[in-house]
């Protein structure tokens, strides 16, 4: 095979419709190997190619021979000196980082593992070669008939996004052919774009698509890693997701991608460049690991033969160095720029803040992406959190970023469970949090607002079961959160089985109604609009199976869920005031009432026994314009909320023209015109829209 010394830039493989371009970066190896495979499950190189050439560490070779459609990995020499933070060991092949697509999952054996299987100190390395356990990087064609495909570019102030799984969503919908069930596009077909424009969705945001590593520990107990949060591949989408087999999923995703655009759904990405799916000092060798160990991971200072785990899956990226960055930043640009997506959303995103030990706010990672002009026009949102010292970050990300608001989540749950003391902070979640983003400048859209996501319960369990249901998960039910937030609910004063069922119906509207009432971007679980279960397990991160999948059988219940759910959206898109790209300025914006009418003063806030209140938006101008340009004027509202035990009536505002029920949660369907006062029972909302003359 004819071998030319080629470039070191563009990292990664690179067909130029002649052949193809190989560059891999390794600080510290001393020699590299190109491995070239006739069949993903060989154990065996058909062609060993020495790479001579380096520069700036980047090993490079370009192959005039090889084509698209070529599987490969690299074998890489250098010292096993686990104490001084190296690990190659050139009997591992290796997944390269920058591979387009990979051909298969991994099948586990103890080859996997760079050191002798025991070695309890992992200190002498393995020689059982692992080519035959490891699926293989591939050549892809990078053409693809995008046509007039555009980034819809929907404005924050109008995004409502749909955290779902692409195989969860599909497998189970019965008008999916049973080829394109649980791939990119099943998700893509008319059925599932159909139900996402029904709710008035606007964004999914996927479940990691990144290719991932299933834990040993979860396949040899038949489960596996259904989430998807153990990359080891920053630009192969997962062949699992592809109908086509190897080599079709990445034109596959572009698919998905380019008909989603066409209903005007953004694409937002489920990214985890905190870890990879190597694991701790006693994980195997796949990737990064053999590649550079040392450049590629945070290591302990003192230590150097384990890791820093900021993350709880057993290592973290070293964010210091600068090729570590660079592949996180061309990996983002790559999904960006070639396959379309509009979006974020970064697991434990405190993590890529670490460039010592504590979090940096305005760290180089932030810096790169706000100064980026690709990466500064798309959709970024933070998880907030990580495992490590100071990682509970809510409200602390630079402008221009979006975060998953957990105290959100948390006050809507706690309210309407009937805790005492929470009038006061449910205000500022229904006004878009200003006191956790309106001091640095944000707007209320820095807050994606949530009741569940694919991490806990589903909303049907949260007001379903007091207590986790995670046998399946085979850890004696220990793992998972010890949530009981399905206490109280109200159900305490209801008399029959069948009275407890309307009560936990009607908390479940209630909170659907907060979010889509609340200022600031809202997001749904998937499922959740169906009243989808996973019988209490609220941990199901390791079950591809129904439990975990999106069930689309239709009854009464499920049929009544879904009217509302679409009913209560409809009415925020409808409504520029639920909608502020601006926090509210006081009374000419909004007014707190009480039960009695009168406006809220500072002894209500702080009376913990309080359980009711009024939000009157006051309807003015708003920031959005028709198709003339001008103002669009927004009607005034009045949400009207009781969390308490018991009953209530509030005493409507005196106004010029009357005020008329677009919701009540007590009473679906109805849409009555009070007067003077309106009724709410126990755990009950009601919107009120006041129709003017």
Same mark, same amino acid.
């Given at each position: 095979?004819?071998?030319?010394?080629?470039?070191?830039?563009?990292?990664?493989?690179?067909?130029?419709?002649?052949?193809?371009?190989?560059?891999?970066?390794?600080?510290?190896?001393?020699?590299?190997?190109?491995?070239?495979?006739?069949?993903?499950?060989?154990?065996?190189?058909?062609?060993?190619?020495?790479?001579?050439?380096?520069?700036?560490?980047?090993?490079?070779?370009?192959?005039?021979?090889?084509?698209?459609?070529?599987?490969?990995?690299?074998?890489?020499?250098?010292?096993?000196?686990?104490?001084?933070?190296?690990?190659?060991?050139?009997?591992?092949?290796?997944?390269?980082?920058?591979?387009?697509?990979?051909?298969?999952?991994?099948?586990?054996?103890?080859?996997?593992?760079?050191?002798?299987?025991?070695?309890?100190?992992?200190?002498?390395?393995?020689?059982?070669?692992?080519?035959?356990?490891?699926?293989?990087?591939?050549?892809?064609?990078?053409?693809?008939?995008?046509?007039?495909?555009?980034?819809?570019?929907?404005?924050?102030?109008?995004?409502?996004?749909?955290?779902?799984?692409?195989?969860?969503?599909?497998?189970?919908?019965?008008?999916?052919?049973?080829?394109?069930?649980?791939?990119?596009?099943?998700?893509?077909?008319?059925?599932?774009?159909?139900?996402?424009?029904?709710?008035?969705?606007?964004?999914?945001?996927?479940?990691?698509?990144?290719?991932?590593?299933?834990?040993?520990?979860?396949?040899?107990?038949?489960?596996?890693?259904?989430?998807?949060?153990?990359?080891?591949?920053?630009?192969?989408?997962?062949?699992?997701?592809?109908?086509?087999?190897?080599?079709?999923?990445?034109?596959?995703?572009?698919?998905?991608?380019?008909?989603?655009?066409?209903a005007g759904i953004e694409v937002i990405l489920d990214v985890v460049y905190n870890h990879t799916g190597e694991g701790n000092h006693l994980g195997p060798t796949l990737s990064?690991?053999?590649?550079?160990?040392?450049?590629?991971?945070?290591?302990?200072?003192?230590?150097?033969?384990?890791?820093?785990?900021?993350?709880?899956?057993?290592?973290?990226?070293?964010?210091?160095?600068?090729?570590?960055?660079?592949?996180?930043?061309?990996?983002?640009?790559?999904?960006?720029?070639?396959?379309?997506?509009?979006?974020?959303?970064?697991?434990?995103?405190?993590?890529?803040?670490?460039?010592?030990?504590?979090?940096n706010r305005l760290g180089t990672f932030f810096d790169i992406i706000q100064q980026d002009p690709v990466l500064s026009q798309v959709k970024l949102i933070a998880e907030p959190?990580?495992?490590?010292?100071?990682?509970?970050?809510?409200?602390?990300?630079?402008?221009?970023?979006?975060?998953?608001?957990?105290?959100?989540?948390?006050?809507?749950?706690?309210?309407?469970?009937?805790?005492?003391?929470?009038?006061?902070?449910?205000?500022?979640?229904?006004?878009?949090?200003?006191?956790?983003?309106?001091?640095?400048?944000?707007?209320?859209?820095?807050?994606?607002?949530?009741?569940?996501?694919?991490?806990?319960?589903?909303?049907?369990?949260?007001?379903?079961?007091?207590?986790?249901?995670?046998?399946?998960?085979?850890?004696?039910?220990?793992?998972? /959160? *010890?949530?009981?937030?399905? +206490?109280?609910?109200?159900? $305490? #004063? &209801?008399? %029959?089985?069948?009275?407890?069922?309307?009560?936990?119906?009607?908390?479940?509207?209630?909170?659907?109604?907060?979010?889509?009432?609340?200022?600031?971007?809202?997001?749904?679980?998937?499922?959740?609009?169906?009243?989808?279960?996973?019988?209490?397990?609220?941990?199901?991160?390791?079950?591809?199976?129904?439990?975990?999948?999106?069930?689309?059988?239709?009854?009464?219940?499920?049929?009544?869920?879904?009217?509302?759910?679409?009913?209560?959206?409809?009415?925020?898109? /409808? *409504?520029?005031?639920?909608? +502020?790209?601006?926090?509210? $300025? #006081? &009374?000419? %914006?909004?007014?707190?009432?009480?039960?009695?009418?009168?406006?809220?003063?500072?002894?209500?806030?702080?009376?913990?026994?309080?359980?009711?209140?009024?939000?009157?938006?006051?309807?003015?101008?708003?920031?959005?314009?028709?198709?003339?340009?001008?103002?669009?004027?927004?009607?005034?509202?009045?949400?009207?909320?009781?969390?308490?035990?018991?009953?209530?009536?509030?005493?409507?505002?005196?106004?010029?023209?009357?005020?008329?029920?677009?919701?009540?949660?007590?009473?679906?369907?109805?849409?009555? +015109?009070?007067?003077?006062?309106?009724?709410?029972?126990?755990?009950?909302?009601?919107?009120?829209?006041?129709?003017?003359?």
């Amino acid at each position: 095979m004819r071998v030319w010394p080629g470039r070191p830039s563009p990292l990664g493989p690179t067909w130029d419709g002649e052949g193809v371009n190989f560059a891999l970066f390794s600080e510290h190896a001393t020699n590299v190997e190109l491995c070239l495979f006739d069949h993903p499950d060989d154990a065996r190189e058909s062609a060993r190619i020495p790479l001579t050439d380096r520069d700036q560490f980047v090993w490079h070779a370009y192959l005039p021979d090889v084509r698209p459609g070529q599987l490969y990995g690299y074998r890489v020499h250098g010292p096993y000196a686990p104490t001084d933070g190296h690990r190659f060991n050139p009997a591992k092949l290796l997944i390269d980082p920058y591979a387009r697509a990979v051909s298969g999952t991994i099948r586990w054996s103890d080859a996997l593992f760079g050191y002798e299987p025991t070695d309890a100190a992992a200190d002498r390395p393995s020689g059982d070669d692992s080519a035959g356990s490891m699926p293989k990087g591939m050549v892809v064609e990078p053409a693809f008939t995008w046509g007039d495909d555009r980034p819809p570019r929907v404005p924050w102030s109008r995004t409502i996004i749909y955290e779902c799984h692409v195989k969860g969503l599909t497998m189970l919908h019965p008008e999916i052919p049973e080829a394109l069930r649980g791939t990119y596009l099943g998700l893509a077909m008319d059925p599932i774009v159909d139900h996402l424009v029904s709710l008035g969705v606007t964004a999914v945001e996927l479940l990691p698509v990144h290719h991932f590593v299933a834990d040993r520990h979860l396949v040899e107990r038949g489960l596996t890693n259904y989430w998807g949060y153990n990359s080891i591949g920053f630009f192969a989408p997962d062949v699992r997701y592809a109908s086509g087999g190897p080599g079709s999923q990445v034109s596959e995703f572009k698919s998905m991608v380019k008909r989603l655009h066409g209903a005007g759904i953004e694409v937002i990405l489920d990214v985890v460049y905190n870890h990879t799916g190597e694991g701790n000092h006693l994980g195997p060798t796949l990737s990064l690991r053999g590649i550079d160990n040392a450049s590629y991971y945070r290591l302990m200072p003192d230590e150097r033969a384990r890791y820093m785990d900021f993350t709880g899956c057993g290592n973290s990226l070293n964010m210091v160095h600068p090729r570590t960055m660079q592949l996180i930043m061309d990996s983002l640009r790559y999904w960006v720029l070639d396959m379309h997506v509009d979006g974020f959303r970064f697991d434990l995103a405190p993590a890529l803040a670490r460039e010592l030990y504590e979090v940096n706010r305005l760290g180089t990672f932030f810096d790169i992406i706000q100064q980026d002009p690709v990466l500064s026009q798309v959709k970024l949102i933070a998880e907030p959190w990580d495992l490590g010292p100071g990682g509970y970050q809510v409200g602390n990300f630079p402008v221009g970023w979006t975060e998953w608001n957990g105290k959100y989540r948390d006050t809507a749950r706690r309210y309407w469970r009937g805790d005492p003391g929470q009038v006061a902070e449910l205000g500022y979640r229904l006004t878009g949090s200003s006191d956790l983003y309106g001091l640095s400048g944000r707007s209320p859209y820095a807050s994606i607002n949530f009741v569940t996501c694919h991490d806990g319960y589903t909303l049907r369990d949260l007001v379903s079961y007091e207590q986790k249901h995670n046998q399946a998960n085979l850890e004696d039910n220990r793992d998972g /959160a *010890n949530d009981n937030w399905s +206490r109280n609910w109200g159900v $305490e #004063g &209801a008399t %029959d089985r069948a009275d407890i069922q309307r009560v936990r119906e009607r908390v479940a509207r209630n909170l659907l109604a907060t979010l889509a009432f609340s200022q600031g971007v809202p997001m749904l679980s998937a499922g959740d609009e169906m009243g989808r279960t996973q019988q209490g397990n609220n941990n199901a991160y390791c079950h591809d199976d129904p439990l975990s999948w999106v069930a689309w059988t239709r009854d009464r219940r499920t049929d009544d869920l879904l009217a509302f759910t679409r009913q209560v959206f409809a009415i925020r898109q /409808a *409504n520029p005031v639920l909608r +502020r790209r601006t926090f509210f $300025e #006081g &009374a000419k %914006d909004v007014t707190w009432l009480r039960p009695d009418g009168k406006e809220m003063d500072a002894d209500a806030w702080q009376d913990a026994d309080r359980h009711c209140l009024g939000m009157l938006v006051h309807g003015v101008a708003s920031e959005e314009r028709d198709d003339r340009g001008r103002p669009m004027q927004g009607a005034s509202l009045l949400l009207l909320l009781n969390g308490g035990e018991a009953a209530s009536t509030f005493m409507l505002p005196v106004v010029e023209g009357a005020w008329r029920e677009e919701v009540h949660t007590a009473h679906v369907g109805r849409r009555l +015109r009070p007067r003077g006062a309106c009724d709410l029972p126990s755990h009950s909302l009601a919107l009120l829209r006041l129709e003017e003359g």
